[in-house]
């Protein structure tokens, strides 16, 4: 941890031209370094979704876990001041071969996952150990944890999609996230809103069977979804579709997150072919967006909208439409989108 700490502080954190604001963000696909985040932040973006894989803090079932990975990231995310936004999303192979079947089997299963969401809150939450062990870093508590990635796609939850067995994990992961920080707010994780590929419910249908489980409302705090859509207008009326339901079910005072929305400029595979777009439209698109949802952000009651993704990736495989999201390209030169997104942020690019 002393080692780590002397990273930290040696390691800049970028120059920042504009306050970060946390309505504003982006979806990460790798863990970040301090120079994209002071990047983001000079931008005006504050917030940054991030996926913790459980595999690199517990190798083994019962050996000591391994904070240093999470400790560097939010230690850097604190010195830029942008608020991660952690996704919980995929089991070690230890508990399972299918990384993406909930963690809900078995006692000892559900135990685990529970003391692992206890532990991240009591570390990195309101009064985390973290920050009162490292005082040389600003406190930016993590507070909002969002729990799987679109659970109403089979692709994500390892098999068919089941709202009864989401609302359980969900329970279980309050439970376990307010043992360690009674503050900590859940976050489900986004819903996708069609039914494109086998084992999928489409997400207005999902929602509706979710609320229909006892204890759904009580699960969570904050609902998250990702209105990927042809046109900007097809983005707010997910959003809006989401509202509805949520106004319907006693859930009007709740917040949303828009954790992915975006349109692709490459990539094989790609379903809705007019997903797929010219770096220029994927910047007016994003502009457009982004005005629509922060307009709409008070009587919506939308809390944050994070772009997907702020880099191009390079996965192993076939060219994906899904690592071709970016506001930077492959060779990190910065698409027209990002030039877009800092001045809908307030910042500079």
Known sequence: MCAAAVIFVAAPAG???ATPNPFYGAVATYIP???????L????GGTLRVQLDWKFIERRRG??????????LFAFAAKANVTILPDLFLVPRWMSRNRNKLPLRGAANREEWRSLLTDYARRYGSNGTFWTEHPEFPKHPITTWEIWNEPNLGTSVGGKPSPRNYVRLLQLSSEGLKAGDPQAKV???GFFPYKTLRNT????????AMYRVPGASASFDVLGIHPFAVKPSGALHWVRTARHIMDRNGDGAKPIVVSAFGWFTGGQGIRFTRLRTNPRQQAAKLTKTFQLLSQNAGSLGIQSALWFTYYDNARRGPDSFLDRGGLFTLRGRPKPA????????????
Do not use: C, H, I, M
């Open 15 to 17: 120059s920042q031209a």
């Open 33 to 39: 370094g301090p120079t994209e985040l002071g990047r």
């Open 41 to 44: 932040a000079a931008a005006g």
């Open 63 to 72: 050996a000591p876990r391994n904070f240093y990975p999470t400790d560097v």
């Open 187 to 189: 976050l489900t994780g």
């Open 201 to 208: 419910v489409k997400f207005t249908k999902y929602l509706k």
């Open 338 to 349: 990002w030039r877009a997104f800092a001045a809908v942020a307030g910042g500079a690019p």
